[in-house]
């Protein structure tokens, strides 16, 4: 039997433009009553994976307010554990603020913990995942390193920015270089990795000795470069990743499809998230409401079309919502008419009038703003 | 650490009238209001009020009960200094026995009760939906001296002889008990929340267990022997929504009074304040389809919706297929209605399928309990 920690790496995240600027990806509310963060936390619980920790790159806040205790991902509350790591020091120095210093700085992990296998997984990319099955290919091939990507079609308008990986024949790793947006058809690289612990540990002395800035992306590139095993583990099925707001917002609307949801949320993969205690969504006499999810709390008495209404959201009677995610405690009033808008928390819509947004430019209301 | 008052939660009882709801499930796991079940009432209620010491008397199919409780981490009721303890019928020393009557399963845990030494005892029970802090009531108890508080509610001259009725002075001090009255003198009725002294409870209960005629029970026995013994009995009077639950009928009404848009008592009871808390299912949020219609409803997540809802309260994991039309029902967790289905004023129980195109109670006068 071996011993596995998964660390939830934060430092890679996007940013989606306003949205995020007073919360890390992390954190940010998915779906109306999920952070996405649960996604990661989920699939390291369903792949029995009880010892995490989470890479925090900053907005520390925001994420310990969403966890609490994280008893809900934990199987044994007891044996479960996780450890919020953060590296203090050089949270105002971003170059240095890399995962490898945040796992320098929290190196007790090793010892402490002491896992065989490291399983590191970033929360942009939102895939349902048994890592047990990358586990056990990465032991069967004897690899000290594997890495997870995905085969995709899309790669002219999505994960520009990400990493691409050319596989040898043998399905190692030869090469990874940055998706320009050039070809539809590419192997992501999903930032997902299993490693052998005194591998990490070798990787993190390497890469101080080669660049003070190089992140575990960084001395995996190098090694590749280098002639190094870099493995493979191909993912296959859902794969989204969550780099602007129009993906967000299309990456959100898309599930409303059954189809599409039914590859996110299966039926043996229960994702967790804190519960909030809120009632019911409460449906007034002149609700209108189609192709949308809505949230417990939520008080509906206008019209809802193609949108997600979040936790105890109220849409006011004769305001209209389409295209748009509405977030948590927002109020919309009468005569409002929202069309691919982003609205944040709190937010308090209250003067009759139009707000409109394009998909891939949605329009972005602000945490608390009165309109 | 003595505590000053600890609650007793009387969740035993099969709820008979019932029917099929609770053939597997005692009345008290019996699901309420989307989401809820009916203990989680009273337990949130307890935390609410900042008890947090609960114990829970159960019997009739103990096991889920039991299970359900737990450790009180639904109510938050596992934090340091809290305990909530499940407390089935035991074999002892003496023997083994079911608990006879609400007096005596208190009766048979009195030593859990002597261990924690309380100054009060707070009896509730596991049957009625309402939202209470009963600081406020322990506040009056204290107040006035009181051997005995009882909270009681004012009802209408025609129902007050379906209950327990409490006829009170100008003071509120109780000096006559009616069990249900042909000729009701006053409209208090008894909500069966009890604020005992702990010694005055003690004591009692160890005498009505010597009572061979004794049935047992709070209502039949304990309170008139107080009163006949001259104790200080104090009615406390509640204002707030308030229902048993205990018939098909009345667990359907007060489902529709959830969406009663005169006394909206959904949102003044539930809605604002403090919060219930119950159970999290990790469903997924609640979808309503393209061409679906929902209206004076209330929804749980994880229902999928993609046919018309109108005036029901909607369970989580609900499946309502496309064509059907569902009107003032409750549709308990995991229920599918098929395609084409109609179905009206019913209770829909758990898990229950309504194949395509079956007509449910279409214009019925009468509440039908559906479970296959």
Known sequence: MYKVMGLCNLHHSPELGELTANRPLASTSFLGRYALIDFTLSNFSNSDIDDVGILVKHGARSILKHLGSANVWKANTKLGFEAIMFNEKMVNNPRYNHDLNNIRANDWVFFDRAPDYFVIAPVHFLMPIDFRRVIEEHIKNKAELTLVYAPVTNGKSNFIGSEVVTLDANGLVSGIHENKGTVDEIDVSLETYVINRATLWELMKRAAATSSFFGLNDIIGYCCRKGEKVHSFKHEGYVRCFDSLSHYLAHSLELLNYGVRRQLFKPDWPIYTVTHDTPPAKYGLTAEVKDSFIANGAIVNGTVERSIISRSVKVEEGAMVRNSIILTDTVIGKGLVLDNVVVDKYAHLTHAQVIQGEPDEPLYIKQGDII | ?372
């Not at chain 2, 069966?192 to 267990?209: H, Q």
């Open chain 2, 1 to 372: 650490m003595p505590k000053e008052m600890v609650a007793m939660l009387l969740a035993g009882g099969k709820g008979t009238r019932l029917e099929d709801l609770t053939k597997k499930i005692a009345k008290p796991a019996v699901s309420f209001g989307g989401k809820y079940r009916i203990i989680d009432f009273p337990l949130s209620n307890c935390a609410n009020s900042r008890i947090d010491t609960v114990g829970v008397l159960t019997q009739y199919e103990s096991v889920f009960l039991n299970t359900y409780v737990g450790n009180g981490e639904k109510w938050g009721l596992n934090g340091v200094r809290s305990l909530t303890a499940s407390l089935p019928p035991r074999q002892t020393e003496e023997g083994a026995a079911w608990y006879r009557g609400t007096a005596d399963a208190i009766f048979q845990n009195l030593d859990f009760l002597d261990e924690l030494d309380p100054e009060y005892v707070l009896i509730l029970s596991g049957d009625h939906v309402y939202k209470m802090d009963y600081r406020d009531m322990l506040e009056a108890h204290k107040k006035a001296n009181a051997e005995l508080t009882i909270a009681v509610l004012s009802v209408t001259m025609s129902e007050a002889s379906r209950f327990g009725i409490m006829n009170v002075n100008p003071d509120m001090t109780v000096y006559e008990f009616e069990e249900k009255p042909k000729k009701p003198k006053s409209t208090l009725a008894s909500m069966g929340i009890y604020i005992f002294n702990y010694k005055t409870l003690r004591s009692a209960l160890v005498a009505d267990a010597k009572d061979e005629t004794s049935e047992h029970d709070f209502g039949k026995n304990i309170i008139p022997t107080l009163l006949k013994k001259g104790q200080k009995l104090l009615a406390y009077q509640f204002n707030g929504y308030w229902k048993d639950v205990g018939t098909i009928d009345s667990l359907w009404q007060a489902n529709m009074d959830m969406l009663d848009h005169l006394t909206d008592a959904d949102v003044n009871s539930f809605r604002l304040g403090p919060k219930t808390f119950s159970e999290d299912t990790h469903s997924v949020p609640q979808y309503v389809g393209r061409s679906s219609c929902v209206r004076d409803s209330i929804v749980n997540q994880g229902a999928i919706i993609l046919g018309e809802v109108h005036h029901c309260v909607i369970f989580n994991e609900v499946l309502i297929e496309e064509g059907a039309v569902v009107k003032n029902a409750v549709i308990m967790p995991g229920a599918m209605i098929g395609k084409n289905a109609v179905v009206d004023r019913a209770i829909v129980a758990g898990g229950t399928s309504i194949e395509e195109n079956r007509q449910v109670n279409v214009n019925g006068v009468k509440i039908v309990l559906v479970t296959k």
